[in-house]
Antibody, heavy 122, light 116 residues
Framework: QVQLVESGGGVVQPGGSLRLSCAAS????????MHWVRQAPGKGLEWVAF????????YYADSVKGRFTISRDNSKNTLYLQMNSLRAEDTAVYYC???????????????WGQGTLVTVSS | QPVLTQPPSASASLGASVTLTCTLS???????VDWYQQRPGKGPRFVMR????????SKGDGIPDRFSVLGSGLNRYLTIKNIQEEDESDYHC?????????????FGGGTKLTVL
């Protein structure tokens, strides 16, 4: 079955950087678009970024545009999120999620990982 | 882009039924909405997609028949019948928006369902 396992979370100072990874298994990773979604403590879900199955298109929430970069390595079945210039308001559990198709149109979050916690604090 | 509005909380007794509501902002009455269940301390899981004609596509893996959806106007509803203890969760609605060069995905604030 589909498995998504996030890693790389931790405590980082404001202005610092962190790279999250999401190891995928149980499906043909190279055929599906992938998302990052975050959830601040006690808050709702916030979509962060999407990458097309082949990496040719990427979309970002305005709150992270210019600071975060989504990427993927289809040879390693792994999704990444490079987070730079981190702020306190980026503190959240970060989930990776598999889309329903390869592109963005009509896609939703079909499968989710368990998340990794990022804490931005001095 | 649409704004999705959900009441922050709902409650229902064991064995009863409850309907959760997700309301789209004006002008987006033709949008489909996706429902997600999030049990305490867990990642979300997809429940089903709903449009004005009802369910779109299939339910998520392991979602029981007790869960159903309806859509009307700007409202998208998730109904749970014969509520069980394991249904106590946060329920989030979401929608995608965009075309061509830009896409975004938006969520409502979530509804915390308490089973009494």
């Amino acid at each position: 079955q589909v498995q998504l396992v996030e890693s790389g979370g931790g405590v980082v100072q404001p202005g610092g950087s962190l790279r999250l990874s999401c190891a995928a298994s149980g499906f043909t990773f190279s055929s599906y678009g992938m998302h990052w979604v975050r959830q601040a403590p006690g808050k709702g879900l916030e979509w962060v970024a999407f990458i097309r199955y082949d990496g040719s298109n990427k979309y970002y929430a305005d709150s992270v545009k210019g600071r975060f970069t989504i990427s993927r390595d289809n040879s390693k079945n792994t999704l990444y999120l490079q987070m730079n210039s981190l702020r306190a308001e980026d503190t959240a559990v970060y989930y990776c999620a598999k889309s329903t198709g390869g592109g963005a149109i009509g896609g939703y979050f079909q499968h989710w990982g368990q998340g990794t916690l990022v804490t931005v604090s001095s | 882009q649409p704004v999705l509005t959900q009441p922050p909380s709902a409650s229902a007794s064991l064995g009863a039924s409850v309907t959760l509501t997700c309301t789209l902002s004006s002008g987006y009455s033709n949008y489909k909405v996706d429902w997600y269940q999030q049990r305490p301390g867990k990642g979300p899981r997809f429940v089903m997609r709903v449009g004005t004609g009802g369910i779109v596509g299939s339910k998520g893996d392991g979602i029981p028949d007790r869960f159903s959806v309806l859509g009307s106007g700007l409202n998208r509803y998730l109904t749970i019948k014969n509520i069980q203890e394991e249904d106590e969760s946060d329920y989030h609605c979401g929608a995608d928006h965009g075309s061509g060069s830009n896409f975004v995905w938006v969520f409502g604030g979530g509804t915390k369902l308490t089973v009494l």
